[in-house]
């Protein structure tokens, strides 16, 4: 199994409260999110990693200081997407192992990674039916399959909310890297990685849910609120570090 990370992004929603610094690099407790997120995987048993970075990358490299990862660089991260992040990246998708893709913002436990390593699906994206009203990014599926998607479902529409990691199988990652390809060639450069997988819902694939149903925690950095869920969630379960950054709006 490897894993790929998406970092590129500027994080504009909270940019701001976090002085430039890129999201990935927050502090969480004594260490950055990313390092977090790369330890989490090396845990279990996950070592051949890649980071897709844009902005703030020499933040990024300097945070990464001692981790063995693969590192691509979108040089038009200002006026792309991680659809085209990810494009960058395409010859380490190229490989006989199944893949997990994170957005690098997302703060994860062993116990998610270990649920992605358990599953056979071709292909399966993670999302929390216990997070309905608020949700950011929303699904619809049915007996595990995804049937909508979009940030302006209804909530009765919506079964839950995404969680911002997905993984393919090594059957299935020639037909992304295909479409990818297809996409990027007909100028679609201002969507999400995620389209590409998006594609396939009408198709004869299906796309497999994977709901972590609230029983685990995991949060992406959007808002403040976000951080300090994180950062309360961390000092809780790591009593030994420490993180008293609060945010405020």
């Not at 430039?20 to 995987?41: A, Y």
């Not at 006026?79 to 913002?105: C, E, H, M, P, Y």
């Not at 997070?131 to 009765?156: P, Q």
Request: proline share 1%.
């Amino acid at each position: 199994m490897r894993a790929i990370f998406l970092v590129a992004g500027k994080g504009t929603r909270i940019s701001r409260l976090i002085n430039g610094t890129p999201k990935c690099c927050v502090d969480i407790g004594g260490i950055e999110l990313i390092n977090h997120s790369i330890n989490v995987l090396n845990k279990v048993g996950i070592t051949d990693i890649a980071l897709i970075t844009g902005y703030g990358k020499e933040k990024i490299l300097d945070a990464l200081k001692g981790k063995s990862v693969k590192i691509y660089y979108n040089p038009f991260f200002e006026v792309t997407n991680s659809i085209a992040s990810i494009w960058f990246a395409r010859d380490f998708l190229q490989d006989s192992k199944d893949i997990i893709i994170l957005n690098g913002d997302v703060f994860f436990e062993e116990s998610i990674v270990e649920k992605c390593l358990a599953s056979k699906d071709e292909i399966l994206m993670l999302a929390d039916s216990s997070r309905i009203k608020g949700a950011d990014y929303r699904f619809n599926w049915k007996d595990s399959t995804l049937l909508k998607f979009g940030k302006d479902l209804s909530d009765n529409e919506t079964t839950g909310e995404y969680v911002g990691i997905a993984k393919i199988s090594s059957g299935f990652i020639l037909n992304f890297i295909a479409r990818l390809n297809k996409m990027i060639e007909s100028g679609d450069y201002n969507g999400w990685w995620e389209d590409v997988i998006y594609s396939f819902v009408k198709e004869e694939r299906k796309i497999k849910i994977l709901d972590l149903k609230g029983e685990t925690f995991w949060a992406e950095i959007d808002y403040v609120e976000d951080f300090n869920r994180i950062k309360e969630y961390f000092n809780k379960t790591n009593p030994k570090r420490s993180c008293d950054t609060i945010l405020y709006e």
